[in-house]
């Protein structure tokens, strides 16, 4: 199997840990806490997948969500990996919104069931 990276941001919690899931499918993580410290690891690393969480907040001057800075920065790496977002969803409507801009692989609601993440994973070799 190829040696491939998974780039976990969890800001929030308050689901299970997936990354037995995550290891058990053949990929190295690397868990962040925040959108800084994601993107500094990306400036080395460029991994198959990305999993994050998504919420909008009024507060943001500059953009919709937490994830357009995290896209951006895939985008301006040309980093091919495929995002799969965690959402609640009266969030919906903004997400829609962030897809108008960038490529989303899939979109998981809460509560998290691990079958759905393990399906949006494999379905990630599948494209």
């Known amino acids: 199997?190829?040696?491939?990276?998974?780039?976990?941001l969890v800001e929030l919690?308050?689901?299970?840990?997936?990354?037995?899931?995550?290891q058990r499918l053949g990929y190295r993580v690397e868990m962040v806490n925040s959108v800084r410290k994601a993107q500094a690891w990306l400036k080395a690393h460029?991994?198959?997948v990305v999993v994050a969480e998504f919420y909008a907040d009024p507060q943001f001057r500059d953009r919709i969500s937490n994830l357009e800075s995290?896209?951006?920065?895939?985008?301006?790496?040309?980093?091919e990996?495929?995002?799969?977002?965690?959402?609640d969803t009266p969030y919906l409507d903004h997400l829609e919104k962030v897809k108008t801009r960038y490529e989303i692989h899939s979109v998981l609601t809460y509560p998290?069931?691990?079958t759905d993440l393990n399906n949006s994973l494999e379905a990630v070799g599948e494209t």
């Open 112 to 114: 998290i069931k691990e």
């Open 13 to 22: 919690g308050g689901y299970p840990n997936f990354i037995p899931l995550y």
């Open 81 to 87: 990996a495929k995002v799969i977002v965690f959402i």
């Open 46 to 48: 460029r991994p198959s």
């Open 1 to 8: 199997m190829e040696d491939r990276e998974l780039l976990a």
């Open 70 to 79: 995290l896209l951006a920065t895939l985008q301006r790496y040309s980093i």
